[in-house]
């Protein structure tokens, strides 16, 4: 993996309403390799299914978009609707987090995923069938010749996901996006769904953009991993180090409140404080308000820098954020919280 083929430069995305501009994506730079499976993670509401869908598209009219996305060197932002529209589904796929709402109920299975295959391919309606059929089956779909024609809601949860994967990777994507695609199934459902992403992603050699809240999720199948909070993105790295060595304060809070065999009945830890309201959203670091470790630095916004181990952080702690920042090293008691 040496190649680039996907760019976020200094993305923005903001919500104009009446209560005035929801800040709910701020000045995201990151770069997505050729054939890695990158995740993407942070609590609800900080801008991880925002970020996807201004990459798609797909936002409401009251959303602005600021900054540049590069697709295999295009600039997604500058492009009409049509054009993105013969993107999507074919060099750009996606997953949304609820198969039920990706499905139209009126359909059989099967042709809705021969009419993706056919929106984008020169191919009669038998040669999309032929290939519809042979990605249900791809996809562990049982009989998928019997269940051709079955609408959507004589399949079980996990059948309507694996559907959705189907129609998903039936133009080969480069791309695919994935939005919380275990969400609402059981933990053995949850693993046959993730062992057939890893699975499709390394014979068809697919980037994946898996957006998630659960690290464990995150660990199964993700090659390099983005933490975001209210907006921002504070650290990205390899997913081994990330696991081994969280640098960010909200990283280490986020493994610090994981359930684990040595907690006792009610002592599970929690983050202190709340998420900024991104309506008036804080100047600086966003998660000063919270942080244990806070800085008088930290009212400036910290520069995501890239450290001596490859990972990329955000915090004013941080030897390269500082260096990046123009700032000197910090006490000595100060870096051994970094």
Known sequence: ??????????????YAGRGGTVSAV?????TLIEGETFGLVGESGC??????????GLLPDIASVRGRILF????????????????????????????????DPTFGIGSQVADTIRAHGDVSRKQAKDRALGLLAEVGIPAAAERYADPPHRLSGGMRQRVVLAAAIANNPALLLADEPTTALDVTIQAQILDLLADLQRRHGTTILLIAHDLGVVAQ??????????????????????????????????????PSGSHQAGALRVIAGQVPDLAHAPTGCR?????????????????????????????????ATRAAGGLGPLAIAGESNG
Request: charged residues 25%; negative net charge.
């Open 26 to 30: 701020t000045d995201v730079s990151l």
């Open 47 to 56: 801008g991880k299914t925002t970020l996807s869908m201004a990459l798609m």
């Open 221 to 258: 199948i993700c090659d390099r991993v983005g933490v975001m909070y209210a907006g921002q993105l504070v650290e990205v790295a390899p997913v081994a180090e990330l696991f081994a060595r969280p640098r960010h304060p909200y990283t280490r809070a986020l493994f610090d409140a994981l």
């Open 72 to 103: 295999n060197g295009s600039d997604l932002t500058t492009m009409t609707e049509s054009q993105l529209r013969e993107l999507r589904g074919d060099r750009i796929s996606m997953v949304f987090q609820d198969p039920a709402t990706s499905l």
């Open 287 to 319: 998660f000063k308000d919270r942080c244990p470790s806070r800085l008088a630095e930290c009212d400036e916004t910290p520069p995501l820098a890239m450290s001596d181990s490859g990972a990329s952080i955000a915090c004013w702690l941080d030897p």
């Open 1 to 14: 993996m040496s190649d680039s083929l996907l760019e976020f430069r200094k993305v923005s995305v903001d």
